[in-house]
T-cell receptor
Framework: GESVGLHLPTLSVQEGDNSIINCAYSNSASDYFIWYKQESGKGPQFIIDIRSNMDKRQGQRVTVLLNKTVKHLSLQIAATQPGDSAVYFCAENIGRPAQKLVFGQGTRLTINP | DTGVSQDPRHKITKRGQNVTFRCDPISEHNRLYWYRQTLGQGPEFLTYFQNEAQLEKSRLLSDRFSAERPKGSFSTLEIQRTEQGDSAMYLC?????????????FGPGTRLLVL
């Protein structure tokens, strides 16, 4: 079936440490993946994306890694800050022509001072 | 730059009433999506439009739900005869079709509570 899931529902890290949020997907035909950040009471906010022809992409303080062999996606956040506290979702872009997103349950990231 | 906007942000209604939500996408975006999100879950796809045409509907979209995008700009989502199970966050997203990567940008959502 088509599903996107997360290994850890919650993650707690110290301020300044690096965070790694993992995600598994099952649709080998998916060719586009996105990470979203969602703060309480707000809509998902785009963080970074990656196409299946890449295995790594870097943004500002964030890096997404894609391992197509094991259908695994991860989001690395460097030097986490209190403002990084949120729920993080990976989403799998499926369907043609519609770019329908399939989301996982999400990982709640908590930053400890 | 104005992102995706949704109105209202919150709606409380009694079971059996009809409700209508509005979404204004990013101005140049030709695709518009509706998702539903329940507490602790990721958003679930409901339907999407390319310009004014509704091209796909999820099986989650029962016959009590109807969505329109009459002029290819803003969209409305109506729920008739609301049920308590309809309580959720309703999210709208928009994107620009035709690019290699078609990123969907989300609005703030409308939180619906059916009593």
């Amino acid at each position: 079936g088509e599903s996107v899931g997360l290994h850890l529902p919650t993650l707690s890290v110290q301020e300044g440490d690096n965070s790694i949020i993992n995600c598994a997907y099952s649709n080998s035909a998916s060719d586009y993946f996105i990470w979203y950040k969602q703060e309480s009471g707000k809509g998902p906010q785009f963080i970074i994306d990656i196409r299946s022809n890449m295995d790594k992409r870097q943004g500002q303080r964030v890096t997404v890694l894609l391992n197509k062999t094991v259908k695994h996606l991860s989001l690395q956040i460097a030097a986490t800050q209190p403002g990084d506290s949120a729920v993080y979702f990976c989403a799998e872009n499926i369907g043609r022509p519609a770019q329908k997103l399939v989301f996982g349950q999400g990982t709640r990231l908590t930053i400890n001072p | 730059d104005t992102g995706v906007s949704q109105d209202p942000r919150h709606k409380i209604t009694k079971r059996g009433q009809n409700v209508t939500f509005r979404c204004d996408p990013i101005s140049e975006h030709n695709r518009l999506y509706w998702y539903r999100q329940t507490l602790g879950q990721g958003p679930e796809f409901l339907t999407y439009f390319q310009n004014e045409a509704q091209l796909e509907k999820s099986r989650l979209l029962s016959d009590r739900f109807s969505a329109e995008r009459p002029k290819g700009s803003f969209s409305t989502l109506e729920i008739q005869r609301t049920e308590q199970g309809d309580s959720a966050m309703y999210l709208c997203a928009s994107s620009l079709a035709g690019r290699e990567k078609e990123t969907q940008y989300f609005g703030p959502g409308t939180r619906l509570l059916v009593l």
